[in-house]
């Protein structure tokens, strides 16, 4: 294991940064599966392989998502226990999800195997690239196993402190997923089927090598063959973590995926565009997720070991370097978004769309620059119901009304619709501000929010009274959520 475990002492600013470089770098680096499959298959291939990769990779990076944000009950319980010091309950936890993630990667297997004709006729794929779609939805779907296991190793290892082994094997994928593009697109012609097979083979490869490089770590748990199962405590602290943001993002996705069923109906030059367009928008939001991750296992070690004023102060520095750096990538994305979107196709007409598609999004790298970071504190202590309701109401509330609104006008462009994005950015970050000061006005710092683990909630607890400042934090209640009752804890 690499020396930063744990964040519950010392600087907090220059390890916040060491540990989001590398979630940075792998999220580069995994954005760069879907970008390498569409820049490929853009300069190799005709308009409809670029519309079908588009809508399939779109479809697919739901599906990665909302399996990747379940897993981060399995993040936020993992980090919790290493801040208490509950180390010995990590190997429980990781069978638990091993079982739990292999039975989820299989249903979508057979879902997406045998639904992909009607997942792309929901998605109103264009005529002309609506066999392509199913084709790339059905390959994709037959390496849900790996697929979902390659997240599971990154959610897991960033709940112990280690974002460097994440990196590596997206790396892996990466690399491989690259030359197989190149094999199978560029020298076999195969275009859309090409880039599926190219995605699922690389990320095969990810996973054997990553399985053999971590059998020879030291890890701060121990993992037997009897902890790979499902243990019913374990479960339902992962799925009270986990499924809320989860649904959250499932349904942010869905927002996302009904305004590309809205611009699929323009045509397939429409079509296409949005999907460049969302490929560039996959690398310039990646300052903001990389920290929102970052920020999530930071605090919640923190919250494990009762330093909420390293939370905070973590919080408040990942904000203010995120939207530094958010303020460039406006720039970049309104003043240049030809050049950018030009590096996924050749055809004028794709990347005049992309360009004026990305104009709104510019306008959003202001805003998710602070609201990720917001999102990424209340994850890691636990508040992920409030994170849920925040996402749907942005998504459902605003965002899919007001793509549709603009759609419907005489002469929508790509500009129009895509400010629902922003505007639905903006109303998340008033909530999460305005739940701050809820919070605050409670006067309700801590809450615990765990079924009793062997003692764990327990000295999560003591944790939190050793190292309270109760004069310089005003606290009145704790609250302490046991597995079958509510008791409170007069502070």
Same mark, same amino acid.
């Given at each position: 294991?690499?020396?930063?475990?744990t964040?519950? $002492?010392?600087?907090i600013?220059?390890p916040l940064?060491?540990?989001?470089?590398?979630v940075l770098?792998a999220?580069?680096?995994?954005a760069?599966?879907?970008a390498?499959d569409l820049?490929?298959v853009?300069?190799?291939?005709a308009?409809a392989?670029v519309?079908?990769?588009?809508?399939g990779?779109?479809?697919?990076?739901t599906l990665t998502?909302?399996?990747?944000?379940?897993?981060?009950?399995?993040?936020?319980?993992?980090? $919790?226990?290493?801040g208490c010091?509950e180390?010995?309950?990590?190997g429980?936890t990781?069978?638990t999800?091993i079982?739990m993630?292999?039975?989820i990667a299989?249903?979508?297997?057979?879902a997406?195997?045998?639904?992909?004709?009607?997942?792309?006729?929901?998605m109103?794929?264009?005529?002309?690239?609506?066999?392509?779609?199913v084709?790339y939805?059905?390959?994709?779907?037959c390496?849900?196993?790996v697929? #979902?296991?390659?997240?599971?190793i990154g959610?897991?290892?960033?709940?112990?402190?280690?974002?460097k082994t994440?990196?590596f094997?997206?790396a892996?994928?990466?690399?491989c997923?690259i030359?197989?593009?190149?094999?199978l697109?560029?020298?076999?012609?195969?275009?859309?089927?090409?880039?599926a097979?190219a995605t699922?083979?690389?990320q095969?490869?990810?996973?054997?090598?990553s399985?053999?490089v971590?059998?020879k770590?030291?890890?701060p748990f121990?993992?037997?063959?009897?902890?790979?199962?499902?243990?019913?405590r374990?479960?339902?602290?992962m799925?009270?973590?986990?499924?809320?943001?989860?649904?959250?993002?499932?349904?942010v996705?869905i927002s996302f995926?009904i305004?590309l069923?809205?611009?699929?109906?323009?045509?397939?030059?429409a079509s296409a565009?949005?999907?460049?367009?969302e490929?560039?928008c996959a690398?310039?939001?990646?300052?903001?997720s990389a920290?929102?991750?970052?920020i999530?296992a930071?605090?919640?070690?923190?919250y494990?070991?009762?330093?909420?004023?390293?939370a905070?102060?973590a919080?408040?520095?990942?904000?203010?370097?995120s939207f530094?750096?958010?303020?460039?990538?406006?720039f970049?994305?309104f003043f240049?978004g030809?050049?950018?979107? &030009? #590096?996924f196709?050749?055809?004028?007409?794709?990347?005049a769309a992309?360009a004026?598609?990305?104009?709104? =999004?510019a306008?959003?790298?202001?805003?998710t620059?602070i609201f990720?970071? =917001?999102?990424?504190f209340?994850?890691g202590?636990?508040?992920?119901?409030f994170v849920?309701?925040q996402g749907?109401?942005?998504?459902?509330?605003?965002r899919?009304?007001?793509s549709?609104?603009?759609?419907? $006008?005489?002469n929508p462009?790509?500009f129009?619709i895509?400010l629902?994005?922003?505007?639905s950015?903006?109303v998340q970050?008033?909530?999460c501000?305005?739940?701050?000061?809820y919070?605050?006005?409670?006067? #309700?710092?801590?809450?615990?929010?765990?079924?009793?683990y062997g003692?764990?909630a327990?000295k999560?607890?003591?944790?939190?009274?050793?190292?309270?400042?109760?004069?310089k934090?005003?606290?009145?209640?704790?609250?302490?959520l046991?597995?079958?009752?509510m008791?409170?804890?007069? &502070?």
């Open positions: 294991m690499e020396k930063n475990t964040f519950t $002492q010392g600087k600013l220059q940064i060491l540990f989001a470089l590398p770098f999220l580069f680096l995994q760069m599966y879907g390498v820049l490929i853009g300069k190799f291939a308009s392989d519309s079908a990769v588009s809508t990779s779109q479809i697919m990076m998502n909302l399996v990747s944000s379940f897993a981060m009950g399995t993040t936020i319980l993992l980090g $919790q226990q290493i010091g180390r010995k309950k990590g429980r990781v069978g999800a079982v993630f292999a039975v299989l249903v979508m297997t057979v997406l195997v045998l639904f992909a004709p009607q997942i792309s006729s929901i109103n794929a264009p005529a002309e690239a609506f066999d392509k779609t084709s939805v059905r390959i994709c779907g390496g849900m196993l697929i #979902v296991a390659y997240n599971l959610c897991i290892f960033r709940g112990l402190g280690d974002s994440p990196l094997t997206v892996i994928a990466c690399v997923n030359a197989g593009d190149l094999l697109c560029a020298g076999f012609n195969m275009g859309t089927a090409g880039a097979f699922v083979f690389a095969v490869i990810s996973v054997v090598v399985f053999a971590i059998r770590k030291e890890l121990e993992m037997h063959r009897k902890d790979i199962r499902i243990h019913g374990t479960l339902r602290k799925a009270g973590l986990g499924a809320p943001i989860a649904l959250q993002d499932l349904l996705s995926l305004i069923a809205i611009v699929n109906a323009m045509g397939v030059t565009g949005v999907g460049v367009g490929k560039v690398f310039i939001m990646l300052i903001s920290f929102m991750q970052s999530s930071f605090v919640a070690q923190n494990g070991a009762g330093r909420m004023d390293r905070k102060k919080l408040h520095y990942g904000a203010v370097v530094i750096i958010g303020v460039g990538m406006f970049l994305s240049h030809d050049v950018l979107a &030009g #590096v196709s050749s055809d004028p007409s794709v990347i992309a004026d598609y990305l104009k709104a =999004y306008i959003d790298c202001l805003f620059a990720f970071c =917001y999102t990424g209340y994850n202590i636990g508040r992920t119901r849920m309701l749907i109401i942005g998504a459902f509330g605003v899919v009304p007001v549709y609104f603009m759609s419907v $006008q005489s462009s790509l129009h895509g629902a994005t922003p505007m950015s903006i970050l008033l909530l501000l305005g739940f701050m000061v919070l605050k006005k409670k006067k #309700v710092l801590f809450i615990i929010w765990s079924f009793s003692g764990g327990e999560i607890l003591a944790n939190i009274v050793n190292n309270l400042d109760y004069e934090y005003d606290i009145d209640v704790l609250e302490y046991h597995a079958d009752k008791e409170p804890v007069n &502070g």
